[in-house]
């Protein structure tokens, strides 16, 4: 199927996001150290929405083949099964009654490195990695709560332009339910699930996983 439109959505989402990051950039370049070699943000734990998945997804089988796409798809299955033992972790301590900020706070300090992450600490897809790192070295904010790289020069309490998550997410989520909804797929909320990079490529978007109804073959 073709997934252009949908996709050019996105790209469009992700310049905006490039702007803003341009701009903080422009104006506190004291503050955000991101650099080549640094790979701070390629071990953090995040998920994907739908359509960024199938996006990078679609990018990956366009740009790896052969023995470097299968030893990434190997590590990408052993992260995401650590990933899967966190996550589980995590849901056994919200039934015991923990506080949420408390499990999000013990998730953020475990580190993975991404499977798109080379020998060199060089993102391999960087220019479509996604909207979570594009932003990681400036201030953004979800639910409330303020995040900022540890290793920039941001100074905690100190009033900054920050980037709305929140915000962002739910352009992620309505670009990714009208998708949903325009292909008729039987998994009508397909468009809020979430899965980490690992996920991502180890998973085939194909007309079986999309829910699309069945085509009847007419004599």
Do not use: W
Request: charged share 25%; proline share 4%; glycine share 6%.
């Amino acid at each position: 199927m073709d997934f252009s439109s949908y996709f050019k959505k996105y790209e469009t989402l992700v310049k905006n996001i490039d702007d803003v990051c341009a701009k903080v950039k422009n104006e506190y370049g004291d503050c955000v150290v991101c650099k080549p070699g640094c790979a701070d943000c390629c071990h953090a734990l995040f998920d994907l929405t739908l359509i960024e998945a199938m996006y990078i997804k679609q990018k990956f089988d366009e740009n790896f083949a052969g023995k470097i796409k299968h030893e990434i798809i190997t590590y990408a299955d052993k992260a995401d099964r650590k990933i899967f033992k966190l996550k589980k972790d995590a849901s056994e301590a919200d039934k015991m009654g923990i506080n949420s900020h408390k499990i999000i706070e013990r998730i953020s300090k475990e580190k993975i490195a991404c499977p798109l992450l080379d020998d060199t600490n060089t993102c391999m897809m960087y220019e479509y990695r996604p909207i979570a790192c594009r932003v990681y070295g400036i201030p953004t904010s979800a639910a409330g709560i303020g995040h900022t790289c540890g290793l920039s020069g941001f100074v905690k309490g100190t009033p900054y332009p920050t980037l709305n998550m929140d915000s962002v997410y739910k352009q992620l989520y309505s670009i990714s339910n009208s998708m949903v909804f325009d292909i008729k797929s039987k998994f009508k909320k397909m468009g809020d699930v979430l899965v980490p990079v690992s996920m991502c490529l180890l998973t085939d978007y194909n007309e079986e996983y999309l829910g699309l109804p069945s085509l009847k073959v007419v004599d």
